[in-house]
């Protein structure tokens, strides 16, 4: 199934593309401050992992400029992508799917693509290290 739309609309990002990687999939949006809040240790350790877990950033409920947060804290290397159905204002497909209720949400799915955990809210960089280690056996 398709994760998000890449953000230049010239295709899909899927989770079978990563297939054999660990996946950290952070939801953001322009207007979310507890987003910028988390940003930079997730490009910290994203940048630690690089070669061994797979991020992707995926702007949704987005009103703004989509690709500031990735500029500004370092993330622009990684994927980045729209959710599918997201709109202004409301739900989106795949957010809605998480149990998303507010900004951010990251999913980490595992290396086979199943769903491993889902963290509703800002995560704080050792939480971060945390929960990769825990779900997907891998230290940062």
């Known amino acids: 199934p398709a994760l998000a739309n890449d953000p230049n ?8 593309e990563f297939r054999g990687t660990p996946v950290v999939a952070n939801f953001y949006a322009d207007w ?10 997730f490009a910290t350790v994203s940048a630690e992992l690089r070669d061994r877990v797979v991020f992707v ?5 987005e009103s703004g400029d989509r690709f500031r947060q990735p500029r500004q804290f370092g993330t622009d290397w990684w994927p980045l992508a729209r959710d599918i159905n997201g709109r202004q204002g ?24 199943s769903l ?3 963290q509703r809210g800002a995560m704080s960089e050792t ?6 280690r825990t ?4 230290e940062a």
């Open 9 to 16: 609309g010239d295709g899909r990002i899927t989770l079978a």
């Open 32 to 41: 979310c401050t507890s987003c910028d809040a988390e940003l930079p240790g």
């Open 57 to 61: 950033g995926v702007n949704s409920q």
């Open 90 to 113: 409301g739900g989106s497909g795949l957010f809605d799917s998480l149990g998303g209720t507010g900004m951010p949400i990251t999913a980490f799915y595992r290396a086979d693509g």
């Open 116 to 118: 491993a955990f889902v």
């Open 127 to 132: 939480d971060l290290r945390a929960v990769i």
């Open 135 to 138: 779900e997907f056996g891998v």
